[in-house]
């Protein structure tokens, strides 16, 4: 039996607003180059990279002449959200195993469509079509596809985030995972009896 951590409510959603977000770590392994190149192909659209790190100014250089490209450095939680909630869906290109991110929990938390890569971790959390899109691991290619997707289909993309919305009440709620933790302990009480 797996045991997701709890994530707190952000409080209702807002309805979708445009573009995507990147909420993180500006470093190699979370693949924010990767996101940048595949945003070259869509036309600019807003795209808004919340964080810092030690590639913040690489990536800045790399972003610059993009449109629809912007930086908000790093942010409080509550601004972090709030960038989230004015994104129309959230990406998560890291190239590393994320185990679990609280950045893509959150963003299901507040009704938005997740971009993760395949063969991670973070397929858990996305079911393809259903609560966001999966791309080919490293792919800039793919990942421009799977936000192009998304960009050019708001009714789609609403429809994921809601879903997404749903499973994260399901699983991440405060109140799912009490249930879930007590459970384990059950179990694990029956176990050793």
Same mark, same amino acid.
């Given at each position: 039996? #797996?045991?997701?951590?709890?994530?707190?409510?952000?409080?209702?959603?807002?309805?979708? &607003?445009?573009? +995507? /977000?990147?909420?993180?770590?500006?470093?190699?392994?979370?693949? /924010?180059? @990767?996101?940048?190149?595949?945003? *070259? %192909?869509?036309? $600019?659209?807003?795209?808004?990279?919340? &964080?810092? $790190?030690?590639?913040? +100014?690489?990536? =800045?250089?790399?972003?610059?002449?993009?449109?629809? /490209?912007?930086?908000?450095?790093?942010?409080?939680h509550g601004r972090a959200l709030a960038a989230v909630a004015?994104?129309?869906?959230?990406?998560?290109?890291?190239?590393?195993?994320?185990?679990?991110?609280s950045a893509a929990v959150e963003a299901q938390a507040c009704?938005?469509?997740?971009?993760?890569?395949?063969? #991670?971790? @973070? #397929?858990?959390?996305?079911?393809? $079509?259903?609560?966001?899109?999966?791309?080919?691991?490293?792919? %800039? %290619?793919?990942?421009? *596809?799977?936000?192009?997707? !998304?960009?050019?289909?708001?009714?789609?993309?609403?429809? !994921?985030?809601?879903?997404? =919305?749903?499973? +994260?009440?399901?699983?991440?709620?405060? &109140?799912?995972? !009490?249930?879930?933790?007590? +459970? /384990?302990?059950?179990?694990?009480?029956?176990?050793?009896?």
């Amino acid at each position: 039996m #797996t045991k997701p951590n709890p994530v707190a409510d952000p409080g209702p959603p807002t309805p979708p &607003g445009e573009g +995507a /977000v990147y909420v993180g770590r500006l470093s190699h392994e979370k693949g /924010v180059d @990767l996101l940048i190149e595949a945003w *070259r %192909a869509q036309g $600019g659209a807003p795209l808004t990279i919340v &964080g810092g $790190g030690p590639e913040e +100014a690489r990536l =800045r250089a790399l972003a610059d002449g993009i449109p629809g /490209v912007r930086f908000l450095g790093p942010q409080d939680h509550g601004r972090a959200l709030a960038a989230v909630a004015a994104a129309a869906f959230a990406v998560v290109p890291s190239r590393c195993y994320e185990v679990f991110p609280s950045a893509a929990v959150e963003a299901q938390a507040c009704a938005r469509a997740l971009i993760v890569p395949r063969g #991670t971790a @973070l #397929t858990d959390f996305v079911e393809p $079509g259903r609560t966001g899109l999966h791309f080919d691991f490293g792919d %800039a %290619a793919d990942l421009a *596809r799977a936000c192009r997707e !998304l960009l050019h289909a708001a009714a789609f993309t609403r429809a !994921l985030g809601e879903e997404a =919305r749903v499973k +994260a009440e399901e699983r991440y709620a405060e &109140g799912p995972a !009490l249930a879930r933790l007590e +459970a /384990v302990y059950e179990r694990v009480v029956r176990a050793s009896a």
